[in-house]
């Protein structure tokens, strides 16, 4: 005999509303805060770049692999004198490993490097006639190339709405809760859920800049914030907003004092 059921029993919850809590757990932050997040950030820096320089996608390749565990003053640097001989995979391969790696050797790891690059040379002439593929799986096919530095080449040079999580980005989306994650893949996928379309084309720099010169690792400046009203990082030190205005001659005076 089947035993009555309880009227006071609670229904199950459906499924609609887990997968809807699921999606909130992504985000401390309502659609509309998000919005105003990203809004300020295009005022600050309607079109942001990436600070490595470069002339052509090649070159951006290389410097991103060159890139990893250095600084970007530090990469600008060593490859101001390189790109300006060798700005193709085959003026490099024609360098050569040794003579590369005289113009890399103040970068970390230059000496893994400098074989990446040429085996990426190698690989960029044999494989794709010389020129920088805009898919991701082709990308991470490079030596020395990953996700990361994919999506870095996907997004500049190509104009790919793709998210670059580097230490910045993941520092970020965890401190301020804005698309927390135990690792830099999570981190991507969160973010590409959270972020509106609109922004994403930009989204990384936006992000990777604020990381650079506001919300630092050892002391976010939270008074240079145009965000601490929203912001709901539990440190945060100010709820007060900085004046929303364009940044650029700010980025460009931290440029030329680390130049």
């Not at 509303?17 to 985000?27: H, M, N, P, Q």
């Not at 998210?163 to 999570?186: S, W, Y």
Request: charged share 25%; glycine share 6%.
């Amino acid at each position: 005999m089947q035993k009555p059921k309880l009227e006071n029993s609670a229904p199950a919850k459906p499924k609609a509303s887990r997968k809807a809590a699921s999606k909130k757990a992504l985000t401390a932050y309502s659609r509309q805060q998000i919005e105003e997040i990203f809004r300020r950030f295009r005022v600050q820096r309607p079109e942001p770049k990436g600070e490595l320089e470069h002339v052509n996608p090649f070159t951006l390749l290389v410097a991103v692999v060159l890139s990893a565990q250095a600084t970007d003053a530090g990469v600008n640097k060593a490859t101001r004198p390189l790109f300006k001989i060798a700005d193709t995979p085959e003026k490099m391969l024609a360098l050569g490993e040794e003579k590369l790696s005289g113009y890399i050797r103040t970068i970390g790891l230059w000496r893994n490097k400098a074989k990446n690059v040429i085996a990426l040379c190698e690989a960029l002439i044999h494989d794709h006639g010389g020129e920088v593929p805009g898919d991701r799986e082709a990308l991470t096919k490079l030596p020395g190339v990953g996700r990361k530095t994919a999506n870095v080449v996907l997004n500049m040079a190509f104009g790919q709405p793709t998210m670059a999580v580097d230490t910045h980005i993941f520092r970020i989306a965890n401190r301020i809760e804005l698309a927390p994650g135990k690792t830099p893949d999570a981190v991507e996928r969160n973010l590409l859920t959270v972020v509106p379309g609109e922004f994403l084309r930009h989204a990384h720099h936006w992000l990777i800049l604020h990381g650079r010169y506001v919300c630092k690792a050892r002391k976010p400046d939270c008074p240079a914030c145009v965000i601490a009203d929203i912001c709901k990082a539990p440190e945060k030190t100010t709820a007060v907003p900085a004046p929303l205005q364009p940044w650029a001659p700010i980025e460009a005076k931290h440029a030329a004092e680390e130049a």
